[in-house]
């Protein structure tokens, strides 16, 4: 195992110590584990919460800044955060607008922000939930009981967090994103497997020359196993499955939210030339990409690979994704 980290009992916290020396902006809590926007109190906004085991970086610590997360809660590498945590979280956003509970399907998350959320209920504060399930490869896999949670929710917490932004109540935060978790779609390649530190080997085997076509983020099993093929047709399949799923969702030959994200290990000279195809795919079936983001943001560790996750995407959820944000990972309009 060769791996740029002190220790596998430390990664998470040393992670965090980094995170807090580069970005000041930032009140990064390392024992605690949670890390919140310094200004969060000075606006009278609803809070978004959102967290989830470490090693999908950006996710979600790189998504807490201005016109995105209020606070992300890291869990151990591939681990639920624990309902302490997102107790903790939630009190230190809530301005008396409520707060709303980001959570992708995945069992442990599931649990443990519902159990927070009961918790924080019953201190006296205002919580809703939203699920993200917008996985198309599997249902009822490893961690999870339906659709898993992938890329589209990056969608969720910035176009939430632009309407948290503008003011918007905590009920019509949560339904907008419910509205965005319900328009998109994901589907992820894996072109190999991930090695978390604490096992310090491949969490699964995947052979020289295969490919699995609808891997999870922690390298849970997909559709089925190939052999390695062009980027083009790789892509033919990955789009294909999430607009079959997205047909009957909104208007047929409405623009989309495009996301060709990375695994972990793919660079960009790679994610470019699949999303080359992916943009062909989708002109030649007539669906307009009204915007596109090609890069690492919903990872796996080292896992080489990608997602394809297209939104359909009305003139309010463009303007909320076209809203100012500036967070570690994502910065534009400000």
Known sequence: MRMLINSPETVVADALRGMAAAHPDLDVDVERRVVVRRDVRGGGRVGLVSGGGSGHEPLHAGFVGYGMLSA???GEVFTSPVPDQMLRAAAAVDSGQGVLFVVKNYTGDVLNFEMAAELAEEDGLRIERVLVNDDVAVTDSLYTAGRRGTGATLFVEKIAGAAAEEGAPLERVAAIARRVNDSSRSFGVALSACTTPAKGSPTFDLPDQELELGVGIHGEPGRERRAMMPAREIAEIAVGAVLEELAGVGPAGGP????????????????YGFHAEVARILAERGVPA????????VTSLDMAGCSVTLCRA???????????VQTVALRWGR
């Open 72 to 74: 992300a809660c890291p």
């Open 256 to 271: 989309v939210l495009a996301l060709v994200n990375g695994m972990g290990a793919t660079p960009l000279l790679e994610l």
């Open 290 to 297: 009204a915007r596109t983001l090609v890069g690492n943001y």
């Open 314 to 324: 009305d003139e309010e959820l463009l303007r909320l994704w076209d809203a100012p």
